[in-house]
T-cell receptor
Framework: QQQVKQSPQSLIVQKGGISIINCAYE??????FPWYQQFPGKGPALLIA?????SEKKEGRFTISFNKSAKQFSLHIMDSQPGDSATYFC??????????FGIGTKLQVIP | DADVTQTPRNRITKTGKRIMLECSQT?????MYWYRQDPGLGLRLIYY???????NKGEISDGYSVSRQAQAKFSLSLESAIPNQTALYFC???????????FGPGTRLTVL
């Protein structure tokens, strides 16, 4: 049973465009929603995270939008650059327990 | 992240062999995790340990075992490797009461 559903699995975006990755969750007890970024040959690294008491969090070109009633959250990458090409994982966690990851989205930003 | 190291980085083995993947960390974290990554399946938790005496099964623990030899070391063993255990394996660490998990560089395991 997939507790965090992520889409799309792959995404191609033109340089300068907006990349959008969506996630949905089932467990309303989740209280922390991180996004991890993974470059080829590397381990994932925390990119940005949000808690359900806010609807949006922005860090530079990266924004998380959170819809608690719909149990959905999304990552927006503004002005996408070729250096953003990576795999992105959404995730969810309850308390300080184990994290549940989505299946990942492979983003390719083309010049 | 050099603070979390995994050995070996690549391993090719044959069906039925026992192998061990090792993880060491210098971050002083108390929590350690083993994940496997497969295309289309994302990151799935195999085992996790919240301290040296605490070992817990994750989503996909069958066919795997772990040992937490010290706070800084967490090993994953495949007692009798099979081809569908071919995957990319990651170790991660975190500190109790904090949010971020720090991942190692991964071990690419191929079981023939």
């Amino acid at each position: 049973q997939q507790q965090v559903k992520q889409s799309p699995q792959s995404l191609i975006v033109q340089k300068g465009g907006i990349s959008i990755i969506n996630c949905a969750y089932e467990n309303t007890a989740f209280d922390y929603f991180p996004w991890y970024q993974q470059f080829p040959g590397k381990g994932p690294a925390l990119l940005i995270a949000i808690r359900p008491d806010v609807s949006e969090k922005k860090e530079g070109r990266f924004t998380i939008s959170f819809n608690k009633s719909a149990k959905q959250f999304s990552l927006h990458i503004m002005d996408s650059q070729p250096g953003d090409s990576a795999t992105y994982f959404c995730a969810a966690r309850r308390g300080y327990q184990k994290v549940t990851f989505g299946i990942g989205t492979k983003l390719q930003v083309i010049p | 992240d050099a603070d979390v190291t995994q050995t070996p980085r690549n391993r090719i083995t044959k069906t039925g062999k026992r192998i061990m993947l090792e993880c060491s960390q210098t971050k002083g974290h108390d929590r350690m995790y083993w994940y496997r990554q497969d295309p289309g399946l994302g990151l799935r938790l195999i085992y996790y340990s919240f301290d040296v005496k605490d070992i817990n099964k994750g989503e996909i623990s069958d066919g795997y075992s772990v040992s937490r030899q010290a706070q800084a070391k967490f090993s994953l063993s495949l007692e009798s490797a099979i081809p569908n255990q071919t995957a990319l394996y990651f170790c991660a660490t975190s500190f109790q009461g904090t949010d971020t998990q720090y991942f190692g560089p991964g071990t690419r395991l191929t079981v023939l």
